[in-house]
């Protein structure tokens, strides 16, 4: 319950999770603690201007947030599965289901708009149907 606890606290309002949580600084002290977009090491110089491909917009939402493929499918899976469970952590049953349900509404509208090429593609399909799968049975 540990982690559908996390998952609860890391789903942004009205949408899915948040990809990443960081804590600078030596202590990891959770003042310190915030959200950043998708970390992404890799760049690809395109031009002398030092210009990148590939750099997060860091004003959108979708920079940090995440899909279907990247986590949140089973991330609502595994909230559905909390919901069943007898042992609770420190949200009841209600809410780890309101939690997966409100994530699965959010990406079944914006998931495509939050893809690298604005198309899903079968990682997409089976994380979804992994998440809708767990609905049901939760219900």
């Known amino acids: 319950m540990y982690g559908a606890d996390y998952l609860v606290r890391v789903q942004a309002k009205n949408g899915s999770f948040y990809r990443s949580i960081g804590a ?4 990891k002290l959770a003042k310190d603690r915030g959200t950043s977009p998708e970390q992404k ?3 690809i110089k395109v ?11 860091k ?17 609502i899976a595994a909230l559905a599965l909390a919901s069943t469970d ?6 009841s049953a209600k809410e780890y ?4 349900e409100n994530a ?10 939050m893809t690298n090429d604005g198309k899903e593609n079968i990682l997409d399909d089976y994380c979804a149907l992994s998440a809708a799968t767990g609905l049901p049975r939760s219900m």
């Open 24 to 27: 600078p600084g030596a202590g």
């Open 41 to 43: 090491s890799y760049r």
């Open 47 to 57: 031009s002398k201007d030092s210009s990148w491909r590939n750099d997060p917009v």
């Open 59 to 75: 004003d959108s939402w979708r920079s940090y947030q995440s899909s279907y493929r990247s986590g949140a499918g089973m991330a």
């Open 86 to 91: 007898s042992i609770l952590g420190d949200y």
């Open 97 to 100: 289901l309101k939690a997966a």
């Open 104 to 113: 699965f509404n959010f990406l079944e509208k914006e998931n495509p708009r």
